[in-house]
């Protein structure tokens, strides 16, 4: 059996965060930080890069802080590299977000 996985991502949480941007190149991005509830009493709270590009990205981009949404999109890595401060030697700063694929507003 060849399990190839499967990339998805499904959560629920509080628009935080929210930056949007339109490029020289007319490329639009959205980025925000959700902050999503977490067992056991979901009171604590864990803030989740999510972002997107394009139509998405300006469906996205009308939504005000606080806004309660549902978005399902997958995983993506991104990574730069740098020149450190310090030591003056290459650092690559290596991060992870969800690209959304698709949202809904929700009430709650």
């Known amino acids: 059996m060849n399990i190839l996985g499967d990339n998805f991502v499904s ?4 628009i935080t965060n929210k ?7 007319g490329a ?3 980025k925000c930080k959700l902050a999503v509830p ?11 890069n999510v972002g ?6 300006e469906s996205l981009g ?8 549902k978005v399902q999109g997958h995983l993506e ?3 730069y590299e740098t020149t450190c401060r310090y030591c003056g030697g290459l650092s690559n700063t290596v991060w992870m977000e969800v690209l959304i ?8």
Not at 19 to 25: A, E, K, P, Q
Not at 40 to 48: A, C, E, M, N, W
Not at 101 to 108: G, Q, R, W
């Open 11 to 14: 959560l629920i949480g509080h």
């Open 77 to 79: 890595k991104s990574s």
């Open 28 to 30: 639009v991005l959205f």
């Open 38 to 48: 977490t067992p056991p009493d979901y009171k604590r709270k864990q803030y989740i």
């Open 62 to 69: 009308v939504l005000s802080e606080g806004t309660y949404i």
């Open 101 to 108: 694929d698709n949202f809904t507003i929700l009430e709650k």
């Open 19 to 25: 930056r949007f941007n339109t490029y020289d190149s």
């Open 52 to 57: 997107a590009w394009g139509q998405m990205a």
